[in-house]
């Protein structure tokens, strides 16, 4: 395997997706690999899933993987949006067995943390100081933390509590598909879940990402906060970046 080169797969609540990622550009090498999510989302079962997608690609090096959970040493510790079968899962134990590699040779992460050590590396935060929080809003909401450029990992930022709600239950992008609401209408819940956020952390930039990030000039200019806010870069590639990015050894 080429030192410039890594594979990435991203675990997401209704994909999974993976593909060769150009770690000095940060840029897919093709078209990524995406499977839907199985239903249930059981660790054996998306651990096929990942197997799968590896394997069609011939991919043998080593191999980052994101999980929506909370990840130390390799053990998933959460479960947010996937099923609660991998709260206490040795997660890199697990896709090694199934990837026919040596655990030292998978990378697990939280995705949110994935997505965040892509833009600071390739995106939207390459070479900003201070604390920086990437969020991503899709099925909830994610969040990563950067001080001067190091992750600060297993942040859980969308479970902030406003006004006495759980802050992705208001202001993630499902909310505003199930409830068909404009981005007029969304942006408000976005401001609210921000200036909770800003009150707590003060953060010098933040970077919106998730899908609706490919969005951004419909929704960004109707927020109302005191922090910069910017699109991600990378959209939805980010997770396999940064997954990539960090079974390669390269961490903020």
Not at 141 to 149: K, R, Y
């Amino acid at each position: 395997m080429s030192a410039t080169r890594g594979f990435g797969v991203d675990i997401g609540g209704s994909g999974i997706k993976g593909c060769v990622v150009d770690l000095e550009t940060g840029v897919l090498e093709g078209e990524r690999l995406r499977i839907p999510t199985p239903q249930p989302s059981t660790p054996e079962a998306v651990a096929e899933v990942v197997a799968e997608i590896v394997g069609k690609f011939g991919w043998e090096g080593p191999v980052g993987v994101t999980l929506p959970c909370v990840v130390k040493r390799g053990v998933a510790h959460s479960a947010a949006n996937v099923d609660p079968g991998w709260i206490g899962t040795d997660a890199a134990a697990l896709f090694a067995g199934k990837l026919g590699r040596a655990t030292s040779e998978v990378v697990v992460l939280n995705d949110a943390d994935a997505a965040g050590l892509a833009e600071m590396r390739f995106g939207a935060g390459l070479g900003k100081d201070g604390t920086v929080v990437l969020l991503t809003f899709g099925t909830g909401i994610g969040s990563a933390v950067f001080l001067d450029g190091k992750l600060v990992p297993n942040t859980e930022f969308g479970h902030l509590e406003v006004d006495g709600h759980d802050a992705e239950k208001q202001a993630a992008a499902s909310v505003k598909e199930d409830l068909d609401l404009s981005w007029e209408e969304w942006a408000p819940r976005v401001t609210r879940y921000l200036r909770v956020l800003e009150d707590l952390v003060w953060p010098d930039l933040v970077i919106a990402g998730g899908g609706v990030s490919k969005k951004a000039h419909k929704w960004l200019p109707l927020l109302e906060v005191r922090t910069e806010v910017v699109a991600a870069t990378l959209k939805n590639d980010a997770g396999i970046v940064g997954a990539a990015s960090a079974a390669a050894g390269l961490r903020g």
